[in-house]
């Protein structure tokens, strides 16, 4: 099984990125993918999950400003961060399935 992420980088305060993560290589389906991310010197920290039936959930920090979404045909979840703050600068991981497989994750930094 192999977990990609895609789409970090830098941007201001204020302004939104877009994360994908794609995975191969998982035959059962349904599945859960869901998005952490961890900053310098903290635990990593929960952002959100779209379930196996597609419902998402966030974290109580980002509800509201991201949305999580899926191509279930195409095993890509996507997530749209909107109004980052300095707060949101870390590496952010994908997980399948409630963190059996693990993305190796993708820098996002945000300046205020």
């Known amino acids: 099984v192999q977990v990609a992420e895609s789409g970090g980088g830098s941007v201001q305060s204020g302004g939104s990125l877009r994360l994908s993560c794609t995975v191969s290589?998982?035959?059962?389906?349904?599945?859960?993918m869901g998005w952490y991310r961890q900053a310098p010197g903290k635990e990593r920290e929960y952002v959100a999950t779209?379930?196996?039936?597609?419902?998402?959930s966030y974290g109580a920090s980002v509800r509201g400003r991201f949305t999580i979404s899926r191509n279930r045909a195409r095993n890509i979840v996507d997530l749209q961060m909107n109004n980052l703050d300095p707060e949101g600068t870390g590496v952010y991981f994908c997980?399948?399935?409630?963190?059996?497989?693990w993305g190796q994750g993708i820098q996002v930094t945000v300046s205020s």
């Open positions: 997980d399948v399935n409630y963190g059996a497989y």
């Open positions: 290589g998982l035959t059962n389906s349904p599945f859960a």
């Open positions: 779209v379930n196996p039936g597609n419902t998402p």
